[in-house]
């Protein structure tokens, strides 16, 4: 039921700490993950000669999957990729049963996702799917199935589809780090802590960003574009802004490396435009200051996301969001969250059916 929630995705936004507790539960052990459906799935295959990874879905669920390639390509020895599902299951590269292919799809039902998996399967590729409906086709046709545990989802926009998917990657990217030895090994006891703390960071960025971001949608209601910028998995996290931006509040939100805008794109940047500047990849930091002062020196108006006390970032922008500090694999499930709120408010101001936005389905059946 809707109970305090004037719509679904709202409710669904705010469910995110549950629905993160939910895929950790049982799966998240005190100095250690395990994942019994891996478990099994690795019993059964011998997979320690997979030579490479694709991670494969569609809108949102190929953003987890972007940022899943990101994350795993730091702590495994094996070139990953992220994939569209409907450009994948047209023209693929090599495949064959060295080849892992994780289908991410969060209603299972995805007809692009369901026709690469077939694609996969078809030459002999072991498939991981990670799915939100255990009887979905996509789960009952992988190899293995690692269930979200984010509970139905019936907003058009996934929100805590997305969260609960990135999640339920580091914890398979841990699981494989160890079982295929992967350079990354020694950095997993940090990540295993900071996992623990995750729900509760999550509740505090809907906290801290709730209202400010209300406030922001009722500026962004005369504009008719807006741009979302970010350096490595906050490029990732702007596309996914963008599109929640883009079906929600029909509004033209585009996202870029924020590297890129000075080859071409800073053309579009006109006095007063809105974009939103993502900084919360420390190592990326200093670069990202020095793109968002390339924007402001065309006067758009830059709200900057970053991490709380972070006052570099706060200098240069016009308005400054706080999220808090986490793990960096982390940061793209806590900046979300302030986004999907973004695209929330942005759409009810303009008065859309924020639940049921024109033109689209929640679960696409057919190619
Ligand atoms: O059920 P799936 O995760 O396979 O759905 C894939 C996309 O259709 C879906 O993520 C879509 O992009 C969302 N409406 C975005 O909010």
Redesign the pocket.
């Known amino acids: 039921s809707l109970q305090d929630y004037d719509h679904y995705m709202l409710k669904e936004i705010m469910e995110q700490p549950e629905a993160i507790k939910r895929t950790l539960k049982n799966r998240l052990a005190a100095g250690d993950v395990i994942i019994p459906e891996v478990e099994e799935f690795f019993k059964e295959r011998q997979l320690t000669d997979i030579e490479k990874i694709t991670i494969v ?5 190929h953003h987890s999957g972007m940022i899943g390639k990101k994350i795993l390509e730091t702590m495994l020895d094996i070139p990953v990729e992220a994939a569209i599902s409907s450009e994948f299951s047209c023209e693929h590269g090599h495949l064959n049963e060295k080849h892992l292919v994780i289908v ?7 007809a692009d ?1 369901i026709s690469a998996l077939k694609n996969a399967k078809k030459f002999g590729a072991p498939v991981i799917a990670i799915t939100n409906y255990r009887k979905s086709t996509l789960g009952r046709k992988s190899d293995c199935l690692i269930y979200t545990h984010a509970g139905p989802e019936l907003a ?3 929100t805590k ?1 997305y969260t609960t998917q990135i999640t339920a990657l580091i914890l398979l990217t841990i699981v494989l780090t160890k079982k295929l030895n992967g350079p990354g090994e020694d950095k997993i006891p940090v990540l295993l802590d900071a996992l623990h703390s995750l729900a509760d960071d999550v509740e505090k960025c809907l906290v801290m960003t709730q209202d400010a971001i209300d406030q922001f949608a009722q500026v962004t209601n005369d504009q008719g574009h807006l741009f979302l910028i970010g350096r490595g998995l906050d490029y990732v996290l702007a596309l996914e802004g963008a ?2 931006l883009q ?1 929600v509040a029909y509004l033209h939100a585009d996202a870029y490396a924020a590297g890129e805008m000075k080859h071409g794109t800073m053309a579009l940047i006109t006095p007063g435009v809105p974009v939103i500047a993502l900084a919360t990849q420390p190592h990326l930091r200093d670069k990202a200051i020095n793109n968002i002062k390339e924007v402001k020196a065309r006067d758009a108006y830059v709200v900057g996301v970053t991490t709380t006390g972070d006052d570099e970032v706060s200098a240069v922008v016009d308005e400054v969001l706080y999220i808090p500090e986490a793990h960096p694999f982390l940061m793209p499930i806590l900046a979300a969250i302030p986004l999907q709120l973004l695209a929330y408010y942005a759409g009810t101001v303009r008065g859309y059916n924020v639940d049921r936005p024109r033109n ?1 389905a ?3 059946t057919v190619e």
């Open positions: 879905g569609s809108g949102t669920s991410m799809s969060q209603s299972g039902e995805t996702t058009v926009a996934a589809a599109l929640k079906e689209l929640k679960s696409l």
